[in-house]
């Protein structure tokens, strides 16, 4: 736990009545920087069977770069943010992808409309599909 906050008050002569309230503003900051999101664009693609019936809907996960990603809060988040500007980030986002995307059409990450992985909201109201999960 980083202490800094209460220090910080504390050496400003404020005497702390409850501690919890100190302890759930550390957690509240430390959650705050926690999270860093990815977002894409994809077209919503339907799979039919062989008898014409729809099978599923899916959409394609692009390899992920740096345009994909909010570069601030990779900069900041605890796990990416020391390689946020360097040349293993782009290795660092395969694996996020491979990590989050498990089913595969022909060899291609894609993510199910009916059986979307937690964590990742879609947005089916353009022609474009909007995709965004936090890591």
């Given at each position: 736990?980083?202490?800094?906050?209460?220090?910080?008050?504390?050496?400003?002569?404020?005497?702390?009545?409850?501690?919890?309230?100190?302890?759930?503003?550390?957690?509240?900051?430390?959650?705050?920087?926690?999270?860093?999101?990815?977002?894409?664009?994809?077209?919503?693609?339907?799979?039919?069977?062989?008898?014409?019936?729809?099978?599923?809907?899916?959409?394609?996960?692009?390899?992920?770069?740096?345009?994909?990603?909010?570069?601030?809060?990779?900069?900041?988040?605890?796990?990416?943010?020391?390689?946020?500007?360097?040349?293993?980030?782009?290795?660092?986002l395969r694996r996020i992808r491979d990590d989050a995307f498990k089913n595969t059409v022909?060899?291609?990450?894609?993510?199910?409309?009916?059986?979307?992985?937690?964590?990742?909201?879609?947005?089916?109201?353009?022609?474009?599909a909007s995709v965004s999960f936090e890591v």
């Amino acid at each position: 736990m980083d202490a800094c906050p209460v220090l910080c008050f504390l050496s400003l002569g404020f005497v702390p009545i409850d501690w919890s309230i100190y302890l759930t503003i550390i957690e509240a900051s430390q959650q705050g920087i926690a999270m860093a999101k990815i977002e894409f664009k994809g077209k919503p693609v339907t799979m039919f069977n062989a008898d014409g019936t729809e099978a599923y809907r899916y959409i394609q996960v692009p390899a992920f770069e740096r345009r994909h990603c909010d570069m601030h809060a990779f900069r900041m988040h605890p796990k990416y943010g020391s390689y946020a500007n360097s040349d293993l980030f782009v290795g660092m986002l395969r694996r996020i992808r491979d990590d989050a995307f498990k089913n595969t059409v022909n060899g291609t990450k894609v993510i199910k409309l009916d059986a979307i992985p937690e964590g990742v909201s879609v947005d089916l109201s353009g022609f474009l599909a909007s995709v965004s999960f936090e890591v």
